[in-house]
DNA sequence: GCGTCCAGGTCTACC
DNA sequence: GGTAGACCTGGACGC
């Protein structure tokens, strides 16, 4: 009988962050965007969830301390085995740039207090700051199940992936469902994840993507290390991952559009619904840089948190796209 | 019940 | 360099 093996504590520091920092916020997003896998969990402060580091799958234990004005995380990492020095390191640099620890926010206030958009949201999610993914394959995933399909239909193949493909990962008394691995997608065959996942014609390309990770694709921390232009690029010669896909996986880079937030953000630029949503989305992308600059994925995030006070103020329900 | 339509994009094949 | 058409397939809808 195969027991329910708990993997135990290996190591634990603390990350220290730029104020304002609301951990909660950020982690556990009011529109319920998850941070690394959807099994994660947030109770009474704080947060279990788990990644992949160098191929080993990790527990992760945080929990903040402090206040949003003087805020600190304390992190506790569980895993099977030894955890080098060096990984150890690697895993702190990962959580730092996936949970945005070092990023200034007053340049953003500042836009915000001038913005009509912006002014009043700003100030309800105070210290929310945006995340990166932690790991790069899961990101993938994410948008390739998004692309063509409603979102009860993306559900499914996600759940799907992660009930028939994906690990358990056990530590401190809970259990956090994770996403499969490279390997495991790369060694499958498409017809086997249209069947098990109802992907579609998407599985060809999760595949083909699996199978460029395992080759030795640059991983998320390595994107992150180049010019952004170069890692959109990089990003662009997976199969099936286009310019949505690729802002999505690197959020903060661009202002990943689709379909659904271009009618959001049409109502707020120009008050109606655009005609041709699809059509509009490289106009609207341009609007927000012109708009936002720089700042343009944090106000992408804030707006899409943001939707029922949103649509109180310009009268039109937003949720309901 | 059944048929039809299309979705939180991307790629390819043609201009 | 720009743009129709095809792409899997489960729901939502009309009848």
Partial sequence: VEKNLSISKVCSFELKTVPPYNFELTVHKPAGWWWSTPHEKFQQGTFWSATRFTKNLYGLKLKPQGT????????????????IEADQQGLKGMLQRALRTDEHLTEFYDLAKNDDILRDIAK????????SWPELFTALILAVTLQMAPMKRSNQMMDLLIENFGEDV??????????????KIA??????????????YR????????????????SMDELYAMAPEEAKKKL?????????????????????????????FGVLFRGKVPDDPRQAIPELKKEAEERWGKWRGYAFVYVLNCLPRLSKKVGVDLTAF
């Fill in 68 to 83: 949003t004005m003087k805020p600190q995380i304390s992190c506790q990492v569980f895993s099977e085995g030894r955890v």
């Fill in 124 to 131: 309800e999610h105070y210290g929310m700051h945006t995340v």
């Fill in 170 to 183: 056990r530590f401190d008394r809970k259990v956090v469902r994770y996403w499969p691995s490279t390997k």
């Fill in 187 to 200: 060694f499958t065959s498409p017809e086997e994840l249209q069947a098990k996942a109802k992907l579609g």
């Fill in 203 to 218: 599985a060809a390309n999760l595949v083909a993507i699996a199978q460029a990770l395992e080759a030795g694709f640059p």
């Fill in 236 to 264: 662009l010669t997976l199969r099936g991952i286009g310019d949505y896909s690729a802002e999505l996986v690197m959020p903060g880079m661009g202002f990943p559009l689709d379909v659904w937030s271009a009618k959001i």
